[in-house]
């Protein structure tokens, strides 16, 4: 008797650890987005950091970084095309926050050193990952010489 469904292949250690890796990255981006909202609502900085009390360039920051955090994190984690591409676009808006105008957000070196780690890795995984698809397509040609 034959199986009518169809066989998935199944993953490779590649292929699993990537996933693992953007659910760790999709965890930091929840804390992040966690850490923007108490800033926001006065739970953190002694309730310094609370909305109206802010500077009008950190309103529009820590507002947007609280929406964007948030959206990355269930991207990376439902392993999505667009998880990435949102992590990026929280990921520049902090870097440029400390490297254009660190006069009013404060330098942040912890934070560009982790996101600078997290785009290096993932940009490994890609290159791995591509590397495999292609070694697995020359070796399933019958064709080549």
Request: with cysteine.
């Given at each position: 008797?034959?199986?009518?469904?169809?066989?998935?292949?199944?993953?490779?250690?590649?292929?699993?650890?990537?996933?693992?890796?953007?659910?760790l990255v999709s965890?930091?981006?929840?804390?992040?987005?966690?850490?923007?909202?108490?800033?926001?609502?006065?739970?953190?900085?002694?309730?310094?950091?609370?909305?109206?009390?802010?500077?009008?360039?950190?309103?529009?920051?820590?507002?947007?970084?609280?929406?964007v955090y948030p959206?990355?994190?269930?991207?990376?984690?439902?392993?999505?095309?667009?998880?990435?591409?949102?992590?990026v676009v929280a990921?520049?808006?902090?870097?440029?926050?400390?490297?254009?105008?660190?006069?009013?957000?404060?330098?942040?070196?912890?934070?560009?050193?982790?996101?600078?780690?997290?785009?290096?890795?993932?940009?490994?995984?890609?290159?791995?990952?591509?590397?495999?698809?292609?070694?697995?397509?020359?070796?399933?040609?019958?064709?080549?010489?």
């Amino acid at each position: 008797m034959h199986h009518d469904s169809v066989h998935a292949p199944k993953p490779s250690l590649t292929e699993v650890l990537f996933g693992w890796f953007l659910r760790l990255v999709s965890v930091i981006c929840f804390w992040f987005a966690l850490n923007y909202w108490a800033m926001l609502i006065g739970f953190s900085h002694g309730g310094a950091g609370r909305f109206d009390l802010l500077s009008p360039e950190w309103r529009a920051a820590a507002t947007a970084l609280a929406v964007v955090y948030p959206v990355a994190a269930i991207g990376l984690w439902l392993l999505v095309s667009w998880g990435p591409v949102v992590w990026v676009v929280a990921a520049a808006t902090e870097l440029a926050m400390d490297k254009f105008y660190p006069g009013i957000f404060g330098p942040r070196p912890l934070l560009v050193l982790l996101h600078g780690a997290v785009a290096v890795t993932f940009v490994l995984f890609r290159a791995a990952l591509l590397y495999q698809r292609l070694r697995q397509a020359r070796k399933v040609r019958v064709d080549s010489p």
